[in-house]
């Protein structure tokens, strides 16, 4: 069995990560990863959004690959969902305090974003006409 030691002898942190199971930065990248996840997280800070809302943000994603991504953002505490019993359904995603807590996160990979397009506009050649 491996010791908690161990699992974090290569983690940059190790001395803050060691009364954890699971580094925390591991357990971050598994709550973002999916094809989609930050930017939903993204939109829904702006409002509460039903679930067409969110299909015509992100146009170039299937039903499928959205319903999976809500599904595991709620499992992970970072969404919730409200169904309300009308016909047709109605259905809205929205933040938990949980996932308010990223947002943070997400403006500095924003701001990141931002930075690095200005720099590579600087940086990339003119074109001659």
């Given at each position: 069995?491996?010791?908690?030691?161990?699992?974090h002898?290569?983690?940059f942190?190790k001395e803050?990560?060691l009364?954890?199971?699971?580094?925390p930065?591991v357990?971050?990248?598994n709550l973002l990863?999916?094809?989609r996840?930050?930017?939903?997280l993204?939109y829904?800070?702006?409002?509460t959004l039903?679930?067409?809302e969110l299909?015509k943000?992100?146009?170039?994603?299937?039903q499928?690959?959205l319903?999976?991504?809500l599904?595991?953002?709620e499992?992970?505490?970072?969404?919730?969902?409200?169904?309300?019993?009308?016909t047709p359904p109605?259905v809205?995603?929205?933040?938990t305090?949980?996932?308010?807590?990223?947002?943070?996160?997400?403006e500095?990979?924003?701001?990141?974003g931002?930075?690095?397009?200005?720099?590579?506009?600087l940086s990339?050649?003119?074109?001659?006409?």
């Amino acid at each position: 069995m491996t010791s908690n030691k161990e699992i974090h002898e290569t983690c940059f942190m190790k001395e803050k990560c060691l009364k954890y199971e699971t580094c925390p930065m591991v357990l971050v990248q598994n709550l973002l990863s999916g094809k989609r996840k930050i930017l939903i997280l993204w939109y829904l800070n702006y409002e509460t959004l039903r679930f067409n809302e969110l299909r015509k943000k992100l146009p170039d994603v299937t039903q499928k690959m959205l319903t999976q991504q809500l599904r595991s953002l709620e499992a992970d505490g970072l969404i919730y969902r409200n169904i309300y019993p009308v016909t047709p359904p109605k259905v809205e995603y929205g933040l938990t305090e949980l996932g308010r807590k990223i947002i943070p996160i997400l403006e500095m990979m924003h701001g990141f974003g931002a930075d690095y397009l200005e720099k590579a506009e600087l940086s990339s050649p003119v074109q001659e006409k």
